[in-house]
């Protein structure tokens, strides 16, 4: 028996023993946010600054104020990431607050197949409570798991990891930050030593060749895109992505490689680099490690090869070499076409070994560079206490533990000493019936997991299921037992991390409905109730909790020690990581590795390859299709909870779902424009309207993920270091149907 089992076995014993606080007390509490009116802070007809809580790119907006209640917004000039323009979801962030599908109060169902029925929070948090335990009591801490998020402040994610593992005592918390920047994290920890993206969005002005690799900034990151056009260097643009894309479309040069050859591909740019000599070798002596057996591995990537692989021919592939070599400054950056897929991690190494031999990295206009999906992705890595410990620190490492406990003030047996199950195993766990109880907190994973034809099937298993959101309507909360109503974005105070690393201040501007509380007050409760309360005393309010997780990074890469609360966030436009104590450069715009010096022990950065893995599903005879999904417009948000409600993004976006088809292959199945036609995967089949369009590439269709039925084809296969989903390519079968 594990240290930890014997500690959470003794804190079980407290805790029967212990009767919490009462409910009311925590609504009465000075920090508790959520009831109640808009705080003073906000003087209630001002005009407030916070960011955007859609996207990763981090947008401030200006919200107006009457009478202590939001009534409009503007784009804030004076932000040094958007400079006055917000996409369409940032000028609707309003509307999503307000909607008949709002959870107001929590809700009970007592059979499965049952209405839920309201009751209030004592009992919802007693509930909590009397479920869960005795099934960690009979099952181990390994019975009971959570699902965390992106997509809720760095001081709500801290607290519920927290909770979670220290206060309830389970092992197993992942997010669904795994579905989408677990690739990048993985990649730059081990060619960088840390998770830490390098860049400033000053780089998108400063570069002389932009290098897009499977992302569509048009559509998911506008504002981003924005910056891009204020480059005045005249910059050459290379989008590389199998679809035409918006982005493609706008850039200088689009590359249509075959769907999942970009890691033969970056590998053959390397190889014509080394044969044209066109690398930094001081910086590669200097500052890297590995390059010797990186170059052997890719003596094989011959340029005949590599054309054949990815479909861009030998000229195209020199061409770009001889772009990438030229000792202009070049900036790469990649998002969900590189980090969802079956080898995913070296692909994104890849890049970065493109970046480091051509010594493109801590200047300006340079860096190997991955875009961050979700308004606090960056927030989730740093602090969510899922895979890895607060702030960047390790649950392996004894060191790491006695420091997070003492600066908690928590006993250090209650860290557990062993790593979460990723999210694929989490999900397993529930199919198996090892993992008995489930918290989900601010994501649709009954939408948005891969690869499921019914996936209420899968969350049914559960002896018992709590979904933590703003919606009662979503696909997830049809099937939990318990529904805690949860305050959203613009309800509720904190702070989340940008793509940049900026950490930007958002505010409640706006009253939360019924009784939905923000996710920190929750928390409070949950942890008063289940009797451990005690030892989250100092998680007074979210500003005392960015406290704590100042003082939880001091001495890691991203130390932001050195930050002066709340106030210099809210004043300064943002602070980017790292800002330890003593920092004297206090510059808008601050990239890392300037001076050459990676996270590793020996300051360098390594070279990180592996041979090509086999694709889990090529098309074959009775799959011929292959099926590449992600963003459709810039007003849908993955699984529309948010943005269905604002009738102004319902109209911009399509009205139904959609499959995009080439001309070659509807021709060849008798296939128009506006007709329904099935895709059939080996995993389920949906019927849809087809688009006939040649932005799709011959042998491939593309459709959108913010329909539920996407993911019923999707392939439940992962990259083998990161554990992302491979949501970007599966086989299927596409026919007309008949009526
Ligand atoms: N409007 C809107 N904006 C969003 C979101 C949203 O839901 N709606 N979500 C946010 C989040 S969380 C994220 S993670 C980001 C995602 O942002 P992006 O990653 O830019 O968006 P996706 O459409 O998922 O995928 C990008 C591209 O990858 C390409 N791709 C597919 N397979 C391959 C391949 O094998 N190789 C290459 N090179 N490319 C490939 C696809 O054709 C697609 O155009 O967007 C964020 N912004
Ligand atoms: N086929 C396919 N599937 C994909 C992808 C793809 O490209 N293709 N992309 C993947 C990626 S990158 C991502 S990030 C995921 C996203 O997948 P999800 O996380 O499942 O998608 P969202 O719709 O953003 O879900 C967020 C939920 O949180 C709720 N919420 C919002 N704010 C708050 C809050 O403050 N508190 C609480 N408690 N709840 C809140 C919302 O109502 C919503 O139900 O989808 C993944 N799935
Ligand atoms: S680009 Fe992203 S952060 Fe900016 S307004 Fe749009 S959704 Fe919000
Ligand atoms: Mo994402």
Known sequence: ????????????????????????????????????????????????????????????????????????????????????????????????????ERATTPMLRTKRSDAPQTIDWQTAAETFRDRFKPIIEKHGPESVAFLSTGQICSEEMAFLGSFAKFGMGVIHGDGNTRQCMATAVRAYKESFGFDAPPYTYEDFEESDVIVLVGSNMCIAHPIMWQRVLQNTRDPEIVVIDPRRTETAMQAT????????????????????????????EVFIKEHCDDFETFEAHVKDFDTARVAEESGIDAEGLNALAELIGSGKRV????????????????????????????GNIGKPGTGANSITGQCNAMGSRLFSNTTNLLGGHDFEKAADREKVAEILKIPVERIPDQNSLPYHAIIEGVESGEIKGLWIIATNPAHSWIGREDFSAVLNKLDFLVVQDMYSTTETAACADLILPAAGWGEKDGTLINSERRIGIVKKVAKAPGQALADFSIVKLLANVWGCGDWFKQWQSPEAAFRI????????????????????????????????????DTAKQRRLFSDGQFFTPNQKARFVYETIQKDPEPPCNNYPIRLLTGRGSSSQWHTQTRTRQSAVLRKLGP?????????????????????????????????????????VQKGTVFIPMHEETTNQLTLPSFDPHSHQPNYKSCAVKVTPVSF
Request: charged residues 20%; negative net charge.
């Open 549 to 584: 997780l100042q003082e939880l990074s001091e001495g890691q890469a991203c130390d932001i020690s050195g930050i002066d609360g709340y106030r210099q966030i809210d004043e300064e436009g943002g602070v980017q990581w790292p800002f330890p104590k003593g920092t004297t």
């Open 331 to 358: 900036s790469f950056w990649w998002t969900m076409g590189v980090n969802q897929s079956y080898e995913a991690t070296r692909t994104a190494q890849a890049i970065i070994n493109l970046a480091l031999m051509t």
């Open 1 to 100: 028996m594990s240290t930890f089992t014997r500690a959470n076995e003794e804190i079980q014993k407290r805790i029967r023993a212990f009767s919490g606080p009462l409910t009311e007390s925590l609504v009465r509490e000075p920090g508790a946010y959520g009831l109640g009116q808009v705080p003073s802070s906000v003087a209630p007809d001002a005009t407030t600054a916070m960011v955007c809580g859609f996207c990763a790119t981090g947008c401030s907006l200006n919200i107006h104020l009457r009478r202590g209640e939001a009534t409009n917004l503007t784009a804030n000039f004076d932000y040094p990431v958007n400079r006055g323009m917000a996409c369409p979801k940032g000028w609707e962030a309003l509307a999503p607050l307000e909607s008949a």
């Open 253 to 280: 040069q689009h590359l249509a490689i075959k769907p999942k050859s970009d890691l033969t591909f970056f590998y053959g740019l390397a190889y014509l680099l080394i044969e044209k000599g066109l690398l930094d």
């Open 655 to 695: 009205k139904e779902n959609y499959v995009e088809i080439h001309p070659a292959d509807a021709g060849a199945l008798g296939i128009s424009s506006g007709q329904i036609i099935s895709v059939a995967s080996r995993r389920g089949r949906i019927e849809i309207k087809a688009f006939v369009t040649s932005t």
